[in-house]
């Protein structure tokens, strides 16, 4: 059983930044690759970028590249996404996720944060 909690979110200006930050309970947060997602009003749930369990391999969705970067701190039970040059678009719920494998579909997570919200202003 993994309990997420994310923090980091709020409300920038277009062209901002925010970091977001997912702190895992229990002992066996390497185990899981981890993912954020995101969840817009009257949208599906989203892929935005993916971390495999060591860190060394990362997975980010087109919209985001080059802007969002995501990192993760196994000894911290942390994983991370930091968002620069943020968009009107990108405001949205970003929830974290923990899973087997590094994948950008939404099923193959097993456990989710409540997520925190992104608001970008124009």
């Known amino acids: 059983q993994v309990q997420l909690v994310e923090s980091g979110g709020g409300l920038v200006q277009a062209g901002g930044s925010l970091r977001l930050s997912c702190v895992a309970s229990?002992?066996?947060?390497?185990?899981?690759?981890m993912g954020w997602f995101r969840q817009a009003p009257g949208n599906e749930r989203e892929f935005v970028a993916a971390?495999?369990?060591?860190?060394?391999?990362?997975r980010s969705a087109g919209s985001v590249k080059g802007r969002f970067t995501i990192s993760r701190d196994n000894a911290k039970n942390t994983v991370n996404l930091q968002m620069n040059s943020l968009k009107p678009e990108d405001t949205a719920v970003y929830y974290c996720a923990a899973g087997v494998m590094i994948t950008s579909a939404v099923s193959s997570y097993d456990y989710w944060g409540q997520g925190t919200q992104v608001t970008v202003s124009s």
């Open positions: 971390i495999s369990r060591s860190g060394t391999s990362t």
């Open positions: 229990g002992r066996t947060f390497s185990s899981y690759a």
